[in-house]
């Protein structure tokens, strides 16, 4: 019998749904309409497209979506001076940066330079202390998503043991303080790892977040493991034709859905979630900043 397919496209939208319902309570109850400011400095193609499909999404929930878009040789006292505008603004209660950001500017500091309760991407050094001792902050929306399927699917996580691959300050620290958070016994392993097959066969749940297509493979899952594939890799795709490619997760995901008790599949699994999520934490935090009950279930 195979691994039970978690579908992350399924999943956002019943996120989407939830978060949809409380916006218009909060506006048909308090009046309020949550606001996402985006800024998107410079002409990259994926970063476009990223910019529009959170445009699209904030919209469709009700939201109000405010886009700045901003040359490729903008300054970094001018995106500073924009940052500022939005943090002093009441109708703006979430601020993104889409990054990458041009080589004369510096990422920590404009990430910084974000307000903490309005950075909806979880990025800034406070939110990541605030995580990082157990307390109330913005999480990051990919490992924020994560957390949720695995609670969808297990209920409780509380005593299981779970490795994380990958130790970036965008998935892998941050989803190994939301385990430790939810009581797992937590390991986060890398490419110094020693033996890293025999550390990840012992996991109940691998959150593989590597970048590395394929490089998890089937005999390192546990039976019955539940396995998170945040990977999303261009590989070589000759069956479509001469130069086409398709995405891949970090996971060997046929073999390994054979020994998996749950797997997200590459594409349609977590990605979708990453979206839905940001969209959750602006309803955060301007319930937060409104001191209104804070959306249950949508949180950390």
């Known amino acids: 019998m195979g691994a039970k397919i978690i579908d992350g496209r399924e999943f956002a939208a019943e996120v989407r749904g939830k978060v949809k ?92 330079a974000i307000e903490p309760a309005k950075d909806v991407d979880g990025f800034h050094i406070s ?32 005593g299981l043991d779970a490795v994380i691959i990958g130790r970036s300050n965008i998935v892998g620290r941050p989803m190994a303080q939301l385990l430790i958070g939810d009581s797992c016994t937590v390991t986060v392993a890398h490419s110094r790892t020693r ?30 493991a539940t396995v998170i594939d945040v990977g999303i890799n261009k590989v070589e795709a000759p069956e479509r034709g001469e130069g086409k490619t398709r995405l891949a997760g970090d996971v060997d995901f046929e073999p390994a859905s054979r020994v998996a008790g749950a797997i997200t599949p590459v594409p349609g699994g977590v990605g979708p979630m990453t979206i839905a999520c940001l969209l959750a934490n602006t309803l955060t935090a301007c319930c937060r900043s409104n001191d209104i009950p804070e959306p249950v279930g949508l949180t950390a």
Request: charged share 20%; net charge negative.
């Open 127 to 158: 939110n990541v202390g605030l995580l990082g001792t157990g307390r109330k902050s913005m999480v990051p929306c990919t490992p924020l998503g994560c957390l949720m399927m695995l609670r969808d699917h297990h209920g409780s996580l509380s």
């Open 21 to 112: 319902d409380h916006v218009t309570r909060l506006a048909s109850e308090h009046s309020i309409v949550p606001g996402l400011a985006v800024v998107l400095v410079g002409q990259d193609p994926a970063s476009q497209v990223y910019v529009r499909s959170k445009g699209k999404a904030t919209v469709e929930a009700g939201m109000k979506s405010v886009e700045h878009k901003l040359a490729a040789d903008t300054s970094e006292r001018e995106l500073l001076a924009l940052i500022d505008q939005l943090n002093n603004d009441p109708s703006i209660h979430g601020i993104l940066v889409q990054l990458p950001l041009p080589e004369q500017m510096n990422e920590d500091l404009v990430v910084n």
């Open 195 to 224: 033996d890293l097959p025999e550390v990840v066969r012992r996991a109940d749940v691998v959150v593989a977040a590597v970048g590395r297509p394929a490089i998890v493979q089937a005999d390192w899952i546990k039976p019955g």
